[in-house]
């Protein structure tokens, strides 16, 4: 098997993200997404999913993840049922996101996939709220383990979160990075982020949202497509 390789430019991706099995009988080019999320914590490594990433092989880029179940994660996982499902989709994958804070208990497993060409994302979640100063910490501590992008999902509570979210991603200049709010200023936040530059930009296939505040792909794809980007003056 030729390994999918997946170079992110500065231009915005969106991606699709997977927990909903039925979704996995769909077929997805890219014009539903930039890349396919499979959230293998709630997926799981059945037949399913691997005739899924078979099916998908060179027609969109795959992204793997098995979440914790402290951020966000289903089914109650522990860290070795996430490895094993992670290990047994490696293969298909272009980029595989782990937690930031798991980082380090899984350098082995980032060592191997980033010696395969596996792009790595480290991410952080909040489903409370939102601390600026508390997101820059972990991007930054994102980038300094080598994400390729260091991503964080916090929940926007109000217009002043929906503010200080915008002036936090205006602010990224260079670093790449990947950041969403979730809420009912999700949608607007993922739109603001895109604009300002974040690579992975979230959005759901299948029924089901696999966060609050996701757009359909296919709609988030069309309206990032229809939206400038923003430069900032400093
Ligand atoms: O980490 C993320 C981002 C996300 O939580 C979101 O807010 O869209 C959705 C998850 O599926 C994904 O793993």
């Not at 782990?98 to 909040?126: I, P, W």
Request: hydrophobic share 45%.
């Amino acid at each position: 098997m030729v390994f999918p390789v997946l170079s992110f430019s500065s231009h915005p991706l969106t991606v699709g993200a997977i927990t909903d099995a039925k979704a996995l009988a769909g077929n997805f080019g890219t014009e539903s997404a930039d890349l396919v999320e499979l959230r293998l914590d709630a997926l799981g490594s059945g037949q399913a999913v691997i005739d899924f990433a078979q099916r998908h092989h060179g027609q969109i880029p795959l992204l793997i993840t098995a979440r914790t179940p402290e951020e966000g994660g289903a089914n109650q996982l522990a860290f070795e049922k996430r490895l094993e499902l992670l290990q047994i989709l490696l293969p298909y994958a272009a980029a595989v996101d782990v937690e930031v804070a798991q980082a380090e208990a899984y350098s082995d497993f980032l060592g191997e996939a980033r010696a395969n060409g596996t792009k790595v994302v480290l991410s952080s979640h909040d489903f409370v709220g939102f601390d600026h100063v508390a997101t820059l910490e972990r991007l930054s501590l994102a980038q300094s383990a080598g994400a390729d992008v260091a991503k964080a999902a916090v929940t926007l509570r109000d217009p002043v979160d929906l503010t200080l979210f915008e002036s936090l991603v205006a602010g990224l200049g260079e670093v790449p990075f990947s950041l969403m709010g979730m809420g009912a200023y999700g949608p607007i936040s993922r739109i603001l982020a895109a604009q300002h530059g974040s690579l992975l930009n979230y959005g759901f296939l299948g029924d089901e949202p696999t966060a609050p505040g996701q757009w359909p792909a296919r709609l988030l794809k069309e309206v990032i497509a229809n939206t400038p980007a923003i430069a900032v003056k400093n």
